[in-house]
């Protein structure tokens, strides 16, 4: 009895803290497969928001205005004072300033442009959010100069860096999320006009149609892997999508067709707002609670679009259809907030480790790559030093920077710290110089977008385990139930031998001989030869006949 009371049961820490489940996720992420997927998709987003901007900038988007080009005179009409007619001028000049701003800042160039307010104080702006190449996107400082800094650097560079780092990969591990999420917010921006949310509509539908696919294929592979289920692999993930595909379109398409609806439901509304009187007594005063309400409903369509992830992933576990992907999605995050915040805490925290790991080892490969090479023998007698082969190298996560430190080409926040050296330095290279570094750079943006694709299938990877467990939770459904299409038991690459035809009948002529055989018959004995059988003896004790 006491050893019955001693014993201990055995605890199922998944069943308890189903949580932990996410831990699963870094290898499953790590797929190969997926990190190529990943790395594509980034690149066929970017290239497609770069056409669009080009095309959007130099089309129909305004260009920087300068106050000279507002005369004050124009404004002068009857009636107007010179003071009116100034502040007339400044209003316009500072509505179409703000436009620009909005419209550079998003598809304008890369470069920075200088522009001039009302006051006559000038400014910079930074344009081109849109159509940068992954490559070059400011992501923070590199781990391996974060770590360096931490080790050698005064308290406030550690602080400074750290804060950055820390900072950056937060948004590089939510990045597909707001990758989505920021063009919505920019839709609600009071400086954007009709062509400005023109051109983010375009933006936000080309990333959904490009994800779809994209991102249907990683949550379908992670979800089968995470369920325990052999669907196929990548050859079954993408024909699976693409029987979908229009589900997996219209999933997130929706909700923000219903934002656009309300929206013109709003605007017929205030055409009867702006009649007088009629328009501010029975139309705003008794009727307000129509907008109100309207709000309501696209602020709560707004909020649920944080589980857009989720939409993908109930298309890859359940091959059901845009209703069944948009009811969960939403179901899952207003039923069970607090456990999908949870979840996404988790993920983000130990995303953020898995991340950091993944990025201080790829640095580190690319940088200790370049210390081997210097280290030969007479690079610096023959000025045959590396460093130039990094000219064109990705400034995303410090790269460039973490590669040409301490020489002629040092950058530092995408600009040359020597300029001058930096200049005459450049002018030395010769055709094979600019060839054997574009090479290099080649290869090393093709190691850089893995890392990067990393990011991306981790976040769609952990996305499809948070729906399994919010599905476990809210819909007592097990993990490893996931739909499987019938062509996914069928062997990659086998194909169905077809029917042997039936044989036809054969001629006549070609049937087999038969030999025929005499019956057997039987041989006839002579008389001769048959012998009388004898009568059986009798016996003398046998009874005699009476007479």
Not at 501 to 510: K, L, R
């Given at each position: 009895?006491?050893?019955?009371?001693?014993?201990?049961?055995?605890?199922?820490?998944?069943?308890?803290?189903?949580?932990?489940?996410?831990?699963?996720?870094?290898?499953?992420?790590?797929?190969?497969?997926?990190?190529?997927?990943?790395?594509?998709?980034?690149?066929?987003?970017?290239?497609?928001?770069?056409?669009?901007?080009?095309?959007?900038?130099?089309?129909?988007?305004?260009?920087?205005?300068?106050?000279?080009?507002?005369?004050?005179?124009?404004?002068q009409k009857d009636g107007v004072t010179d003071e009116e007619a100034i502040k007339k001028r400044n209003d316009d000049y500072s509505r179409r300033l703000n436009s620009w701003k909005l419209q550079y800042k998003l598809a304008g160039s890369t470069a920075i442009e200088e522009y001039e307010t009302v006051d006559g104080v000038k400014h910079t702006i930074k344009g081109g959010k849109y159509r940068i190449m992954p490559w070059f996107e400011d992501r923070g400082p590199n781990p391996v100069s974060m770590l360096k800094n931490t080790v050698t650097g005064s308290p406030n560079e550690r602080n400074e860096t750290i804060g950055r780092f820390l900072q950056g990969q937060v948004f590089v591990l939510v990045e597909p999320l707001l990758k989505?999420?920021?063009?919505?917010?920019?839709?609600?921006?009071?400086?954007?006009?009709?062509?400005?949310?023109?051109?983010?509509?375009?933006?936000?539908?080309?990333?959904?149609?490009?994800?779809?696919?994209?991102?249907?294929?990683?949550?379908?592979?992670?979800?089968?892997?995470?369920?325990?289920?052999?669907?196929?692999?990548?050859?079954?993930?993408?024909?699976?999508?693409?029987?979908h595909y229009i589900s997996y379109v219209s999933s997130p398409v929706v909700p923000i067709a219903g934002?656009?609806?309300?929206?013109?439901?709003?605007?017929?509304?205030?055409?009867?707002?702006?009649?007088?009187?009629?328009?501010?007594?029975?139309?705003?005063?008794?009727?307000?609670?129509?907008?109100?309400?309207?709000?309501?409903?696209?602020?709560?369509?707004?909020?649920?679009?944080?589980?857009?992830?989720?939409?993908?992933?109930?298309?890859?576990?359940?091959?059901s259809d845009t209703f069944d992907a948009l009811s969960r999605s939403y179901n899952y995050v207003y039923e069970s907030p607090w456990s999908y915040l949870w979840y996404s805490i988790i993920s983000i925290l130990y995303g953020a480790v898995l991340v950091f790991f993944v990025v201080v080892v790829t640095s580190l490969t690319v940088y200790l790559a370049n210390w081997g090479v210097s280290q030969t023998i007479l690079t610096q007698t023959t000025n045959r030093e590396p460093q130039y082969l990094y000219t064109y190298a990705p400034t995303s996560f410090g790269w460039r920077q973490l590669l040409l430190e301490g020489t002629p080409l040092e950058t530092y926040n995408d600009v040359y710290v020597h300029?001058?050296?930096?200049?005459?330095?450049?002018?030395?290279?010769?055709?094979?110089?600019?060839?054997?570094?574009?090479?290099?750079?080649?290869?090393?943006?093709?190691?850089?977008?893995?890392?990067?694709?990393?990011s991306y299938s981790y976040f769609w990877t952990a996305s499809s385990m948070i729906y399994l467990l919010m599905r476990k939770k809210v819909d007592e459904t097990e993990i490893d139930e996931i739909h499987i299409d019938d062509a996914d038991f069928e062997p990659q690459g086998a194909k169905v031998p077809p029917p042997s035809?039936?044989?036809?009948?054969?001629?006549?002529?070609?049937a087999p001989v038969v030999q025929m055989v005499d019956p057997p018959t039987l041989r006839a004995v002579p008389p001769s030869d048959i012998k009388p059988i004898d009568p059986p003896p009798t016996s003398s004790t046998d009874p005699k006949p009476s007479v």
């Open positions: 009895m006491a050893d019955e009371r001693l014993a201990t049961r055995e605890i199922d820490w998944l069943k308890t803290f189903p949580w932990l489940r996410l831990f699963r996720t870094f290898l499953v992420a790590l797929d190969p497969f997926k990190l190529i997927v990943a790395a594509v998709g980034i690149l066929t987003t970017a290239l497609a928001w770069l056409i669009i901007s080009l095309f959007f900038n130099n089309f129909f988007f305004v260009a920087k205005p300068k106050l000279t080009d507002f005369d004050p005179k124009s404004y989505f999420l920021t063009p919505v917010s920019y839709l609600f921006d009071a400086q954007a006009n009709t062509w400005t949310r023109l051109y983010l509509v375009v933006l936000l539908l080309v990333e959904l149609a490009i994800w779809a696919f994209f991102g249907g294929i990683i949550t379908r592979m992670a979800i089968s892997t995470l369920a325990g289920k052999e669907t196929g692999g990548l050859r079954g993930a993408i024909d699976f999508v693409r029987k934002l656009f609806a309300i929206v013109i439901g709003c605007m017929v509304f205030g055409l009867f707002h702006l009649i007088p009187g009629i328009g501010d007594i029975l139309i705003d005063g008794l009727g307000w609670l129509i907008p109100l309400g309207a709000g309501f409903i696209m602020a709560l369509i707004v909020l649920g679009l944080v589980g857009y992830p989720l939409m993908y992933t109930t298309l890859s576990a359940e091959g300029k001058t050296a930096a200049e005459e330095y450049l002018k030395e290279y010769t055709w094979y110089n600019i060839a054997g570094a574009g090479m290099v750079s080649f290869w090393l943006t093709a190691v850089f977008m893995l890392m990067l694709g990393f035809p039936t044989p036809a009948p054969e001629a006549v002529n070609s």
